[in-house]
């Protein structure tokens, strides 16, 4: 499985950061081992000078003591003291250099020992009277201490000798080491980074021709995909007649071909539903004249008896007209809530300016009796919508809250919410409300709380509002309790 770009890279950073690292381990390694070595080489060159300055200041002391015993020059004396010191420097100065090599400090100890006697015996000698006798007695008691002395000084000087070899070499091979590790952790780094280099190229090089060919698809695609938003743009501005030709074996192709089927199917049902929807306004003409035509004539008998028969009519009989006359008028009721209810929707929509404010007013005057009061504590916006409609809900509404109410006079309170894209209108009456149980069914056709022989009550005009609200997106929902009055809810687009 091919890895990704990023994950070739950072691969390849982590690869290369490694060897760098390793490599300037490497080198860190040789460079400090070859600054130990030097400090080593210069710490055995120290040792070399302080024994050779030893072996120099142990000679000079004899030959100041000979100086002065052979010469009678007591300066030699003066100089012979001046070296004691700077002998005890020496020596102590070896001790600190070679603390760290035991045999040396052994040799060391010994050569003390033997540097005390030699002073002490050439401290004997400033007492004598100087003469040739007495250097040739010093120089043939001296002697054997004075070989002890130089043989062991030679001794520590061969090893150091020995020690000088040994550093030079691991220092002269470290002095290699350190340029040539350098010079492969350079020449390395470059390697990887020349490599990490190509592989990128290569990689980008393949992405941007993946990309082109990505683009050209994206183009087809996209060509195609605004052929099926033309088609869709069409459907929805109700023309079914549009067709996709696109013949592509592929997804789109596919849904293209469902799109025909779905727009030929379309525009069959809608055919098919606009001539139900002509049949309907023909039945709703004919319910409107041919039954209503019958139904004025029953009227018109019943007023003809009443006012040509006068005192004639028995209070029983009176009571039986004034029973069928209501009869005939709730009749005529659900006849023109029936024919407003097939037409509620399907009206041609007016657009105008419409102020909701006055057209509340203009309202109540119409349904409200003047012994309520309307009232409006927030102010109604003004806004571009169908005015018949609104006004066919708001008069539905105020108008059963007036006539539904258990008091001759009440309050109605009609207030308005902006919630974005729609307007939320609230119509609240202070009657007897209604049952949380009856909440639903009062939008149902010929559902009535009332008795159903009551002729103001049809149980139409709740339905007409829920079908003239949905039709336009909106909702409608009831807020009530039994006794605490009842809220009206809907929405209305902008």
Same mark, same amino acid.
């Given at each position: ?6 994950? =070739? ?37 120290? /040792? ?32 012979? #003291? ?24 052994? #040799? ?53 000798? /020995?020690?000088? *070899? ?39 090089? $393949? ?12 183009? $087809? ?8 938003? $033309?088609?869709?743009? =069409? ?60 139904? #004025? ?128 209108? *609230? ?22 709380? *009332? ?14 509002? =829920? ?26 687009? =902008?």
């Amino acid at each position: 499985m091919g890895l990704k770009l990023n994950t =070739k890279i950072i691969l390849g950073f982590i690869i290369a950061v490694g060897v760098l690292l390793l490599t300037s381990a490497v080198s860190w390694y040789s460079i400090q081992q070859l600054a130990y070595y030097t400090q080593r080489v210069e710490h055995t060159y120290q /040792v070399l000078q302080g024994t050779a300055n030893l072996r120099t200041h142990m000679r000079d002391a004899q030959s100041h003591i000979r100086s002065y015993l052979l010469l009678n020059d007591t300066s030699a004396l003066t100089s012979f #003291r001046r070296v004691l010191p700077e002998s005890e420097a020496d020596y102590q100065l070896l001790r600190s250099f070679t603390f760290d090599n035991p045999s040396q400090q052994d #040799r060391l100890d010994t050569l003390h020992r033997t540097m005390e006697a030699e002073i002490a015996y050439l401290n004997q000698w400033p007492q004598r009277t100087p003469s040739n006798e007495a250097v040739r007695e010093l120089v043939r008691g001296d002697q054997n201490r004075q070989q002890q002395l130089r043989s062991l000084l030679n001794r520590i000087h061969s090893e150091e000798q /020995v020690l000088l *070899r040994e550093r030079r070499k691991q220092q002269d091979f470290f002095e290699n080491t350190t340029p040539a590790a350098i010079m492969v952790s350079a020449v390395l780094a470059a390697i990887i980074v020349l490599w990490l280099f190509r592989k990128i190229t290569k990689e980008v090089r $393949a992405n941007e021709e993946l990309q082109q060919e990505l683009a050209r698809s994206n183009d $087809a695609v996209a060509r195609r995909i605004h052929i099926i938003e $033309a088609l869709a743009n =069409k459907v929805v501005e109700g023309d079914y007649s549009v067709k996709i030709t696109d013949q592509e074996q592929d997804s789109l192709g596919n849904l293209a071909t469902a799109l025909n089927r779905m727009t030929q199917t379309l525009d069959t049902s809608f055919t098919a539903l606009e001539n139900r929807n002509r049949e309907l306004d023909q039945f709703a003409y004919v319910a409107s004249h041919d039954l209503k035509a019958p139904l #004025r004539g029953v009227v018109t008998v019943v007023k003809w008896i009443e006012d040509e028969l006068p005192h004639e009519l028995s209070p029983q009989m009176r009571q039986y007209l004034d029973m069928m006359k209501g009869r005939l008028h709730r009749l005529e009721d659900l006849i023109n809530g029936l024919l407003a209810y097939a037409r509620a929707g399907r009206t041609e929509q007016q657009l105008e300016e419409v102020s909701v404010q006055q057209l509340v007013q203009e309202v109540s005057e119409l349904v409200v009796p003047p012994t309520f009061r309307v009232a409006t504590p927030t102010p109604l916006p003004t806004f571009l919508t169908d005015r018949l409609s609104l006004q066919q809900v708001f008069t539905n509404l105020m108008g059963n809250a007036a006539k539904y109410h258990n008091r001759p006079d009440g309050l109605i309170t009609v207030t308005c919410q902006d919630i974005g894209e729609c307007y939320e209108f *609230r119509v609240q009456d202070d009657g007897p409300g209604i049952a949380p149980q009856f909440h639903q069914k009062i939008f149902l056709m010929f559902q009535t709380l *009332r008795d159903r022989h009551t002729a103001e009550s049809t149980g139409i005009g709740l339905s007409i509002v =829920k079908r003239i609200i949905e039709e336009k997106k909106g909702t409608i929902h009831l807020e009530s309790a039994e006794g605490a009055g009842a809220s009206f809810i809907f929405t209305w687009p =902008k």
